[in-house]
C-alpha cells in the first residue's frame, strides 16, 4: 500500500508538467484550430525565465575587503552581488534563495509577449492552412527557439535550485499513518503539483465564470455562430494564446528545481505532452489534465523495479504503449468530443 | 528511354551526369584556395548526398504523394542499419547480403507499424509513427541492448563469426565492407593544377543504388499506383465511394517509403559499418521530413536537392567559425568587421541548426511547394521577360513555354 | 422487377427518428425520384445505400444482395455510384486523371498494384475518359485542376466520374441544385440520354421541373416515413403530398 501510494506521489509532478503543457496544446487546438509544435519551447523558454532572473539577482561586482587578505597578504577581492548592498546581505540572500518562484512574476509579462508576437506574426496567416503545414511551420520555430536558448546559455543543463526552505523530503507516510521514513516525498514536488492545481483550476475557473472565457468556450464549440452574433472572436483566441504560452511558461519555471533546464527539455516534453493530448482527447480540456496525470503516474508505477523484472523496458515505451492502444480502440480519446478532428 | 517520357528521360540522364561528375563538380575551388573549405566533393559528404537523398526520395513517395506525415521514417533507417551490421557481423562484410537484409527487415517493420499507424489519419496518424519510433529508439537503448549494443552502438569486431567470409585478416584487423572485392574506402585521387578529385568506391556504389531508386520512383509517380496516392492525398472520401480501397495503397505507399529508409540505413552501414540507437531519434525523422519539404514535396527531383542543401549546410556551414569570417570581412575597418561577425556569428558553426531552423520556416511560410517551387517561379518570371522583350513589338499573345 | 429494394429501414440520431420503417422498391432501367420537403430524411437515405450509414433495423438488397455491412468501395464494385449534394472530386489532379480513376476501378477492382507501366500508356481508359468528358462538355479542360471548376462544371465531372464506370444503378443527389436555367436543362437532356442507356437511377430532388421531366416513379419522404409512392400524374393531385409541402407550392 505504501508503496503504491509513493508510486503516485512520484507521478505527480511528472504528470503536473504533461497536464499544464497539454492544457495549453488544448486551448491553442481548440481555439485556434492549430497544432502547435513549438508549445515545448515556450516550456522551455519558461525555465530560462527562471535562470535569467536567477543570474539577473546574482549579478554582482568586485569590491576589495580591506578585512581578509588572500595568501599573499593583499587585500581580497569579493564578489558581493548588487541586491546584497541594495537590501542588505540578508535580505539579498533571501531574493536570490527565492529566484525561482519570483521568476514567476518575471516570467509572466515574458510569455504573454512571447505568446502574443507568436500568434500575430505567425500562427495567425496558418489557420487556414492544412494541419501538415501547421505542424512543419511550428515545428522550424521550435528549432529556432532552442536554438537561440542554446547561442545564449549553450548546451549544458544549468542547475537551479530551489529555495532552501523546500530542499529535503517531508515524511508523508507518517502524516497519514503509515510507519516513519516510508513513504518521503521531496518538498519542492509537492510545491510543484499544488503550483499545477492552482494553475489549472484558475484557467477552468477563468473560462467557466467570466464572460471572456464563456465566449472562448462557446467559439471552441461552434466558431461560427459565435463570429455571427458580432462577437470579435479572433481577439479573444489572441490573448487564449497568450495565456496558453503562459501556463507553459510557468509550468516550465517551477520545474527548473526538479530538472535542470537544456535547450531541448521542450522537444522531450512536447512529443510527451501530444501523446498526452491524443489520449485525453484532442480539444477536451478535462481530457487532458487528466490523461497528463494519468500518464504521469502510469510511468512511475512502470518504473517500478518489480515491473521492470517482469516486462524489461517498460517504463521506457509504457506512455507510448497507451496511446497507441488508446488511439486504435477509442480514436477519440478518454474524453475526446465527437467531430473534433475525425477526419 | 526506359519507359520514360522524353521529359522524365531528360531529367533521369540529368541526375546520372549530375552524379558521375560530382566529384568534379563539388570541387570547384583549388586545394589550399581560401574557398576550398566550400568544396564538397569529398567521399564521407558525397556518400550522405545519396544515402539521404535514398531517403528523402522514399519519404516522398508516402508524404509527397498521399501526404500522410510522418515523423517516424527514422525509425526504418535505424533498423535497416541494425540489420545490415548483423549480416556483416554474421556472415560476411560484402556489403550486398547487408544492404539486401536492410531492405527486407525495414520493409517487414514498416508493414506493421504501417498497418497499425494507418487506421488513423492526419494528426493522429503523425503521432502513431511518433510513438512507434519513440518506442523502437527507447527500446534499442534499453532492453534491446542484446542486439542493438546499447549506448555504444552495434560495431564489427574481431569475434564476430563471418561464415561466408573471414573473422579477421591476416594482419589480425577487422576486415573491410567490400562490394565482391572493391573495398567502399577505395578512392582514386587525380590531381589536375591546383585540383584535387577523389573518386570514392562506396560513393559510386551510392550514386548507383541511388540512380536506381530514383527511377523506380520516377515509374511509380508515373503509374496509376501513383496516381492513386495522389488521388489519396486528395479526396479520400470520393475514391471509396469510386469503389477503391484506401488503405492498401497508403499502406503500399508506407511499405516503399519504408523500404527506402531501409536501404538508406543499409547504405549507410556499407560506408560505415556501424548503427546506433540515435538514428532513430523523433529529430532525426524530423530531418527527413525537412529535406522532402525544403526540396519540394511531391516532386520528383526536390527530394534530392532538398537532403543535399540540408547535408552540404550541415558540413560546410558549421565549419565556418570567426576566424574564417574575419577572413572574409578583412577589408571592413576593424570595428564594423567585430560587428558583422559578432551578428553572423550564432548563424554558423555550432549555430548551423538555428539557420537550418530559419530557412526551414521561410520555405514553408513563403514557398510551400519548396525550393522546386521556387526554381519553377523563377523560369517562369524569367521566361516572362525574355518572351515579353521578344513580343513586345508585334503585342503577340504570351505562349505557354 | 425491383433492382433496389428497401425493407422496413429505420434510423435514428440520438432520439430523432430520421428514417421510420422506410420501404421502397425501386425497378431496373428507371428513373426514381424521391422527393420531400427539407430534413424528410432523403440524403439520410441515400447515405444508407452507400455505406455512409447504418440503418438501425431494416434491410438494403441490390440486385439480390445486401448493402449493409459493407464499405462503400465494396458498394461501388456492385455497380452503385453516387453523386453528392456538394461535388466529390479530386481537386488536387486534372480532369481527364478524375475521369480515368473511376476507370481503373472499375477494370482493376478496389486494389490493384500497378507500379510499373505508365498512365499514359493505357489508350483504351483514356479516350473511354475522354469521351466521358465530351459528353459532359468538359473536354476542352481536360488537363486543367479539377479543384479551378465552377461549381457546376464540378457537378457535370462528378457526372462523367460516375458514368464511365457504367453503373448498374446510379444515385443522384440534388444533381441541379443551384445551377441555372440553361444548365438545369442540359443536364435533364445528359440524364435522358444516361437513362436510355438503361442505367436506373435515384434522384434526390428540390426542383420538380427535374423531377417531372425524368421521372418514372416518384416516392414523397415526409417525416423519415414513404407516404406516397406511385407515377408522376397520380403524385400531383394527391392531397397528402400537398399537405407534406404546406399547402403544395411547390407542385
Known amino acids: ?55 539577473l539577482l546574482s549579478l554582482s561586482h568586485q569590491v576589495v575587503d580591506e578585512t581578509r587578505t588572500d595568501f599573499l597578504g593583499n587585500p581580497l577581492r569579493v564578489d558581493i552581488p548588487y541586491v546584497y548592498e541594495w537590501f542588505g546581505p540578508e535580505v539579498g540572500a533571501t531574493i536570490i534563495d527565492w529566484s525561482v518562484p519570483l521568476a514567476i512574476l518575471f516570467a509572466i509579462p515574458i510569455m504573454i509577449l512571447i505568446g502574443l508576437a507568436m500568434e500575430r506574426g505567425l500562427i495567425k496567416h496558418f489557420y487556414k492552412r492544412p494541419h501538415a503545414d501547421q505542424i512543419l511551420v511550428t515545428f522550424g520555430l521550435a528549432i529556432v527557439l532552442q536554438e537561440i536558448i542554446k547561442a545564449f546559455y549553450g548546451a549544458n543543463p544549468i542547475p537551479t535550485p530551489a529555495p532552501e526552505a523546500f530542499v529535503g523530503s517531508f515524511d508523508f507516510g507518517a502524516l497519514i499513518g503509515f510507519d516513519p521514513l516510508t513513504i518521503m516525498y521531496p518538498y519542492w514536488r509537492l510545491v510543484y503539483f499544488s503550483f499545477a492545481i492552482i494553475i489549472i483550476a484558475a484557467v477552468f475557473a477563468f473560462l467557466r465564470y467570466t464572460t471572456f472565457g464563456m465566449v472562448v468556450r462557446a467559439g471552441m464549440a461552434d466558431r461560427e455562430t459565435v463570429g455571427l452574433l458580432g462577437i470579435n472572436i479572433d481577439k479573444r483566441f489572441t490573448i487564449m494564446f497568450a495565456i496558453a504560452a503562459c501556463v507553459a511558461g510557468l509550468a516550465g519555471v517551477m520545474y527548473t528545481p526538479i530538472l535542470s533546464p537544456n535547450y531541448n527539455m521542450g522537444m522531450n516534453f512536447l512529443v510527451l505532452s501530444f501523446v498526452v493530448v491524443v489520449v485525453g482527447g484532442m480539444g477536451s480540456l478535462p481530457g487532458a489534465v487528466a490523461a497528463g496525470f494519468l500518464l504521469g503516474i502510469l510511468e512511475s508505477f512502470a518504473s517500478r523495479a518489480e515491473v521492470i523484472d517482469i516486462i524489461p523496458g517498460i517504463n521506457q515505451v509504457i506512455i507510448y504503449l497507451v496511446a497507441i492502444i488508446v488511439l486504435l480502440t477509442r480514436p477519440r480519446g478518454l474524453l475526446g468530443r465527437k467531430g473534433v478532428m475525425e477526419e | 528511354m526506359l519507359g520514360l517520357n522524353r521529359k522524365d528521360s531528360g531529367l533521369f540522364l540529368l541526375v546520372i551526369c549530375l552524379t558521375a561528375l560530382a566529384p568534379f563538380l563539388l570541387n570547384p575551388f ?30 516522398n513517395i508516402l508524404f509527397g504523394l498521399t501526404g500522410y506525415l510522418s515523423f517516424g521514417h ?21 556489403v550486398v547480403p547487408a544492404i539486401i537484409m536492410s531492405v527486407i527487415v525495414a520493409g517487414l517493420f514498416s508493414l506493421i507499424v504501417g498497418f497499425i499507424s494507418l487506421r488513423r489519419s492526419g494528426i493522429y ?31 564489427l569486431s574481431l569475434n564476430d563469426p563471418r561464415i561466408l567470409g573471414i573473422s579477421q585478416t591476416v594482419d589480425g584487423s577487422i576486415p573491410a565492407a567490400n ?31 541511388m540512380l536506381i531508386s530514383f527511377y523506380i520512383a520516377i515509374r511509380i509517380f508515373r503509374s496509376p499506383f501513383g496516381m492513386m496516392l495522389r488521388a489519396v492525398k486528395s479526396n479520400q472520401q470520393r475514391m471509396s465511394y469510386t469503389g477503391l480501397n484506401t488503405r492498401p495503397y497508403a499502406l503500399t505507399a508506407f511499405v516503399i517509403s519504408g523500404m527506402y529508409a531501409g536501404l538508406a540505413g543499409g547504405l549507410m552501414v556499407a560506408m560505415d559499418p556501424l548503427a546506433g540507437a540515435e538514428r532513430m531519434y523523433w529529430t532525426a525523422s524530423g530531418e527527413v ?10 516532386t520528383l527531383l526536390g527530394p534530392i536537392i532538398g537532403a543535399s542543401a540540408i547535408k552540404y549546410f550541415e558540413n560546410i556551414f ?3 567559425n570567426d576566424t574564417v ?16 561577425v559578432a551578428i553572423i556569428h550564432p548563424f554558423i558553426g555550432k549555430g548551423w541548426h538555428l539557420t537550418l531552423g530559419l530557412m526551414f520556416m521561410l520555405v514553408v511560410i513563403f514557398l510551400p511547394g519548396g525550393l522546386m517551387e521556387g526554381i519553377n517561379r523563377l523560369r517562369i518570371w524569367f521566361g516572362k521577360r525574355i518572351n515579353g522583350r521578344q513580343q513586345t513589338p508585334d503585342h503577340a499573345p504570351a505562349t505557354s513555354s | 422487377m425491383s433492382i433496389l429494394e428497401v425493407n422496413n429501414v429505420n434510423k435514428n440520431f440520438g432520439g430523432l427518428k430520421a428514417l421510420n420503417n422506410v420501404n421502397l422498391q425501386v425497378d431496373a432501367g428507371t428513373v426514381h425520384a424521391i422527393i420531400g420537403p427539407n430534413g424528410a430524411g432523403k440524403s439520410t437515405l441515400l447515405n444508407c445505400f452507400v455505406g455512409r450509414l447504418e440503418p438501425d433495423t431494416g434491410s438494403v438488397t441490390f440486385d439480390g444482395q445486401s448493402l449493409l455491412g459493407i464499405k462503400p468501395f465494396q458498394i461501388n464494385q456492385l455497380g452503385v455510384s453516387r453523386v453528392f449534394q456538394t461535388p466529390e472530386i479530386f481537386g488536387a489532379l486534372t480532369l481527364i486523371e478524375n475521369v480515368m480513376i473511376p476507370a481503373f476501378a472499375k477494370r482493376d477492382g478496389a486494389f490493384h498494384m500497378e507500379s510499373w507501366r505508365s498512365v499514359a500508356s493505357e489508350g483504351d481508359l483514356h479516350a473511354q475518359a475522354m469521351e466521358m468528358l465530351s459528353d459532359v462538355g468538359l473536354d476542352a479542360k481536360a488537363e486543367e485542376l479539377a479543384g479551378q471548376l465552377s461549381r457546376g462544371d464540378k457537378r457535370r465531372l462528378e457526372l462523367a466520374m460516375c458514368l464511365v464506370q457504367n453503373p448498374k444503378l446510379l444515385l443522384l443527389d440534388e444533381p441541379t441544385a443551384g445551377m441555372s436555367r440553361g444548365d438545369t436543362n442540359n443536364t435533364i437532356d445528359l440524364m435522358k440520354r444516361i437513362a436510355q442507356r438503361g442505367v436506373t437511377m435515384v434522384v434526390i430532388e428540390h426542383d420538380m421541373h427535374v423531377v417531372f421531366s425524368l421521372a418514372e416513379k416518384i416516392s414523397v419522404l415526409a417525416q423519415g416515413t414513404v407516404i406516397v409512392e406511385d407515377v408522376p400524374e397520380k403524385i400531383k393531385g394527391d392531397p397528402r403530398v400537398q399537405d407534406a409541402y404546406l399547402g403544395g407550392a411547390h407542385l
Open chain 2, 125 to 155: 496518424f503523425s503521432i502513431l509513427t511518433l510513438a512507434f519510433a519513440q518506442m523502437s529508439f527507447a527500446l534499442a537503448y534499453s532492453v534491446l541492448t542484446p542486439i542493438t549494443n546499447g549506448e555504444t552502438g552495434l560495431q
Open chain 2, 30 to 59: 583549388p586545394e589550399g584556395s581560401e574557398l576550398a573549405q566550400f568544396n564538397a566533393g569529398y567521399p564521407d559528404l558525397m556518400q550522405r548526398f545519396m544515402i539521404f537523398g535514398i531517403f528523402a526520395i522514399g519519404f
Open chain 2, 289 to 298: 521530413v525537412l529535406m522532402t519539404i525544403l526540396g519540394g514535396a511531391g
Open chain 2, 318 to 320: 558549421s565549419k565556418i
Open chain 1, 1 to 55: 500500500m505504501d508503496a503504491i501510494i509513493l508510486q503516485i506521489l512520484n507521478g505527480l509532478d511528472k504528470g503536473s508538467a504533461y497536464a499544464l503543457i497539454a492544457l495549453g496544446l488544448t486551448l491553442i487546438f481548440g481555439t485556434l484550430g492549430v497544432v502547435n509544435f513549438a508549445h515545448g519551447a515556450l516550456f522551455m523558454i519558461g525555465a530560462f525565465c527562471a535562470v535569467t532572473l536567477n543570474r
Open chain 2, 325 to 340: 569570417l574575419h577572413g572574409w570581412f578583412s577589408f571592413m575597418p576593424d570595428g564594423l568587421q567585430d560587428f558583422v
Open chain 2, 74 to 94: 527514422a525509425a526504418f533507417l535505424g533498423v535497416g542499419s541494425y540489420a545490415g551490421v548483423w549480416m556483416m557481423k554474421l556472415l560476411t562484410v560484402n
Open chain 2, 179 to 209: 562490394f565482391f572485392g572493391i573495398e567502399m574506402r577505395d578512392s582514386l585521387e587525380l590531381a589536375m593544377g591546383g585540383w584535387l578529385f577523389t573518386f570514392n568506391a562506396g560513393y559510386y556504389l551510392a550514386a548507383i543504388v
